[in-house]
């Protein structure tokens, strides 16, 4: 988190960066686990079919998740990155900012550390693009895991 950027701002940026990561995840996540309480699919196109219908589970599930977890250990970790690169290296801070970002992704082992590396990885690039945050941003960026939701709920509303 950048000296510029308000506890407010910031806030907001994370609000952001979890309706982006969601969706990204969650069809990750159902690439790796497509069906997680059935056997696995013979073939490729019928395993895809089973990673895209797990998908808006994985998002119902994991948002909050995602919310409220990511953001607010985000928001430690850019503090402590910031500042123990005032204190060391201050070209460190992304590197200092990925280890607890994925530090604190270990909390429920690989599934949790996915999250919490593509929530870290939608979150740099949104910091360093400064994309001013505002209420359309957000707006847009809930449309935006709406949107997924309901496309990959389309899938499985035409599959029958």
Request: charged content about 10%; aromatic content about 16%; hydrophobic content about 55%.
């Amino acid at each position: 988190m950048t000296s510029k950027r308000t506890v407010s701002q910031a806030l907001l940026g994370k609000m952001v960066t979890a309706a982006i990561a969601t969706p990204v995840y969650s069809f990750l996540l159902g690439l790796l686990m497509s069906n997680p309480f059935g056997e696995r699919a013979a073939y490729w196109q019928a395993y895809l079919a089973d990673a895209i219908e797990i998908t808006p589970v994985y998002m119902m599930y994991s948002f909050l998740v995602i919310l409220v977890y990511g953001g607010l250990t985000s928001l430690l970790s850019d503090f402590l990155a910031t500042t123990l690169a005032s204190y060391t290296i201050k070209r460190g801070e992304p590197l200092y900012a990925a280890v607890f970002h994925l530090g604190f992704g270990l909390i429920l082992w690989w599934i949790s550390l996915l999250a919490a590396s593509v929530y870290f990885l939608v979150d740099r690039v949104i910091v360093a693009n400064q994309f001013p945050v505002n209420a359309r941003k957000i707006l847009l960026s809930f449309l935006i895991l709406i949107g997924s939701w309901l496309l990959f709920m389309s899938f499985i509303w035409i599959r029958g």
